[in-house]
């Protein structure tokens, strides 16, 4: 019962993560300079995403996944605020014609370029257009300011990509894949009455040197039958199959296996198991792509760790020391 209140305790300190259902939705969470986040701005953030953790989760389970959902959203949210306050610093002005296209783009994909519909939706959300205008003003303001402060003139030496590559090798590995042909027998197919006859038959078949294609061609209950069975390269398979593929050689035919509803009887054609792919010019592309990736993350926590000791911020929404 203790841990069950002082659960309930840090929920209801952390307000937002309840606040539907309490009705505080002004409730404060943060301060940025003059600038003030609430409860309500955390859930315009998140709305969307909250909708589908409601589909997927339920209980406590759920309300954790809120808590941090929102405590990110406001992490993102006093960010938003730090970059806006130094773009407004810099005494920065985004060209009109940048913003006009922008929000014609956004009025294009959600009212289909018709503005009176989009004013009207504007309208029911309690919004102006000049607002909505000055909004937008502000939110491409500090997209083009974080990129130009994370992403211009990040390179990557080949000599990284390269070390990179023999640090995290088994991030490039490829799946054992194998070349099968299969014959099928459903339990409940054409053969079913005498199943176990036509199992026999196949393998004793298989054992004199009969082909494997004409078999399945002549047995087989599966789409790739008229193929004489062969279903091509293959690495998705069922594990209690995998398990017999690892000892096998191609060439090999395995002894009759049941899975499911069938009796499945496999022809090893051949096996890949080249594991680590090679340094290809793909390979080396992913592992760039990595990298800047890494280090526009590593950018991004530089400058808003920078502009919070430039601009001051007030946070609200800490967890209580005693809370278990």
């Given at each position: 019962?203790?841990?069950?209140?002082?659960?309930?305790?840090?929920?209801?300190?952390?307000?937002?993560?309840?606040?539907?259902?309490l009705?505080?939705?002004?409730?404060?969470?943060?301060?940025?300079?003059?600038?003030?986040?609430?409860?309500?701005?955390?859930?315009?953030?998140?709305?969307?995403?909250?909708?589908?953790?409601?589909?997927?989760?339920?209980?406590?389970?759920?309300?954790r996944?809120?808590?941090?959902?929102?405590?990110?959203?406001?992490?993102?949210?006093?960010?938003?605020?730090?970059?806006?306050?130094?773009?407004?610093?810099?005494?920065?002005?985004?060209?009109?014609?940048?913003?006009?296209?922008?929000?014609?783009?956004?009025?294009m994909?959600?009212?289909?370029?018709?503005?009176?519909?989009?004013?009207?939706?504007?309208?029911k959300e309690?919004?102006?257009?000049?607002?909505?205008?000055?909004?937008?003003?502000?939110?491409?303001?500090?997209?083009?300011?974080?990129?130009?402060r994370?992403?211009?003139?990040?390179?990557?030496?080949?000599?990284?990509?390269?070390?990179?590559?023999?640090?995290?090798?088994?991030?490039?590995?490829?799946?054992?894949?194998?070349?099968?042909?299969?014959?099928?027998?459903?339990?409940?197919?054409?053969h079913?009455?005498?199943?176990?006859?036509?199992?026999?038959?196949?393998?004793?078949?298989l054992?004199?040197?009969?082909?494997?294609a004409?078999?399945?061609?002549?047995?087989?209950?599966?789409?790739?039958?008229?193929?004489?069975?062969?279903?091509?390269?293959?690495?998705?398979?069922?594990?209690?199959?995998?398990?017999?593929?690892?000892?096998?050689?191609?060439?090999?035919?395995?002894?009759?296996?049941?899975?499911?509803?069938?009796?499945?009887?496999?022809?090893?054609?051949?096996?890949?198991?080249?594991?680590?792919?090679?340094?290809?010019?793909?390979?080396?592309?992913?592992?760039?792509?990595?990298?800047?990736?890494?280090?526009?993350?590593?950018?991004?926590?530089?400058?808003?760790?920078?502009?919070?000791?430039?601009?001051?911020?007030?946070?609200?929404?800490?967890?209580p020391?005693?809370?278990?």
């Amino acid at each position: 019962m203790k841990k069950l209140i002082l659960f309930i305790t840090y929920l209801l300190l952390t307000s937002y993560a309840i606040s539907e259902s309490l009705g505080t939705t002004d409730a404060l969470l943060a301060v940025v300079g003059d600038q003030v986040i609430t409860v309500s701005d955390v859930q315009k953030y998140t709305t969307q995403e909250e909708g589908a953790l409601a589909r997927e989760f339920s209980g406590q389970d759920l309300t954790r996944r809120l808590v941090s959902m929102r405590r990110n959203a406001l992490d993102n949210l006093i960010a938003k605020e730090l970059i806006w306050k130094e773009f407004e610093a810099m005494k920065a002005k985004l060209p009109q014609d940048l913003v006009q296209e922008r929000l014609d783009q956004l009025v294009m994909r959600v009212a289909g370029g018709n503005w009176i519909k989009f004013e009207e939706m504007l309208f029911k959300e309690g919004m102006t257009a000049k607002e909505f205008k000055e909004k937008l003003y502000k939110d491409v303001a500090v997209e083009l300011l974080t990129r130009d402060r994370i992403e211009r003139g990040i390179t990557i030496p080949e000599s990284d990509v390269e070390t990179f590559y023999a640090e995290n090798a088994a991030l490039f590995a490829k799946p054992r894949s194998y070349h099968l042909g299969i014959i099928q027998l459903k339990k409940d197919g054409r053969h079913a009455d005498r199943l176990k006859i036509i199992e026999e038959i196949i393998v004793n078949g298989l054992a004199q040197g009969q082909d494997f294609a004409e078999m399945a061609q002549r047995y087989s209950e599966d789409e790739q039958a008229a193929n004489g069975g062969d279903h091509g390269w293959l690495s998705d398979l069922d594990p209690r199959l995998i398990e017999k593929l690892k000892e096998s050689q191609p060439g090999q035919i395995l002894p009759p296996m049941e899975l499911g509803n069938s009796i499945y009887i496999v022809r090893v054609m051949d096996i890949d198991g080249s594991g680590v792919q090679q340094l290809t010019p793909e390979v080396r592309k992913d592992i760039r792509n990595r990298l800047k990736l890494m280090e526009q993350e590593q950018r991004y926590k530089a400058f808003i760790k920078e502009l919070s000791m430039k601009y001051p911020v007030r946070r609200l929404d800490k967890k209580p020391v005693n809370a278990k």
